[in-house]
DNA sequence: ATCAGGCATGTTATAACATATCAACCCCGA
DNA sequence: TCGGGGTTGATATGTTATAACATGCCTGAT
């Protein structure tokens, strides 16, 4: 329910707790973080804002970890399903999980300035949604909530 | 708040009752509803669930309104400014609002078996993603709100 | 030792979704 | 008659995502 990515931080603290749990969780569960994997997580992680899958495919080739579509497709889909990674439908854009804990079903909110990317969670059979899906008897296996606008910084600046 | 979509109705008098109030929405507002705006608006008002661009198109095509990709998504665009059609972002896909009213902040039950569609409402500023973004001092202009599961149908659908 | 299976990766090609740009047309009012 | 706004026609291109098939590598069973 707090959000991060719009207050500052120590940035590389927070990169390399966040590794390190990624790590935990995957030995804990079975799964394999190779290289290109563990490296995609870093290049999100470091950004702490929504990237396009070709844009990680550009830093990928520029280091010699693959430079064809699949590469990035292939490693977001690990991150994504492993819980370590995000898409962001309204963006068709991806964002590393912020969220230390296990499953949980996360909300955004997505500054249009500066694409940063902040985290909270949804109780996603509470609410007015949750009350209509049981009325229409519509079993809900999944949810996107993303809120858009324009965080504290982007405010300010000229260029809004 | 009330869903529909996944309920038997007169659909005649629903797809009738939705253009008329359509042609009285942009006279109102002084909107061109011209022939291939009115025709993609029916076309999605007689599907009740999800279409890509380019399905449209290909009926479009079919009744000779045109058959290259701006047709589809000029039609479309105007639809979603005039508050007559939505995007649901998690298909990159269009749907005709079944809201009547007014400006509103749609949220949506999407079938991920036969891609139905049910509009519901959200209060876009309350509950737990308005308390965070106002405790990170995040202006929210635009929510994306999107439940994915099964319909009642399908639910019991062999191919679920 | 060898072979089969799973899994990660390499590689090519293509599908699916969306927009930029410019020309033509039509209507209406100056 | 002319000019501007809005709509459409047409071509090309940009962006996002997946299909399909081949290769290498480890591991456990025979
Ligand atoms: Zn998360
Ligand atoms: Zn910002
Ligand atoms: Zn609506
Ligand atoms: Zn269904």
Redesign the interface.
């Given at each position: 329910?707090?959000?991060r990515g719009?207050?500052c931080h120590d940035h590389a603290t927070c990169m390399s707790d966040m590794l390190e749990r990624a790590e935990t969780r995957c030995r804990d569960k079975g799964l394999n973080l190779t290289p290109v994997r563990r490296r995609t997580l870093e290049i999100l992680l470091d950004e702490h804002r929504a990237l396009g899958a070709y844009d990680l495919l550009a830093q990928l080739a520029a280091e010699g970890l693959g430079s064809q579509p699949p590469v990035a497709y292939r490693a977001l889909d690990f991150l994504v399903n492993a819980g370590l990674a995000h898409k962001i439908?309204?963006l068709?854009a991806y964002v590393a999980c912020t969220h230390s804990g296990a499953d949980h079903a996360p909300?955004f909110?997505i500054?249009?300035g500066c694409r940063a990317v902040?985290e909270?969670?949804?109780?996603?059979a509470s609410?007015?949604?949750g009350?209509?899906?049981r009325?229409?008897?519509?079993?809900?296996?999944?949810?996107?909530?993303?809120?858009?606008?324009?965080?504290?910084d982007c405010?300010q600046d000229p260029a809004a």
């Open positions: 329910m707090s959000p719009f207050s439908e309204a068709n909300a909110l500054c249009r902040a909270a969670s949804t109780a996603p609410g007015r949604l009350d209509a899906a009325a229409a008897g519509f079993q809900i296996e999944r949810t996107v909530v993303e809120a858009q606008g324009l965080c504290p405010q």
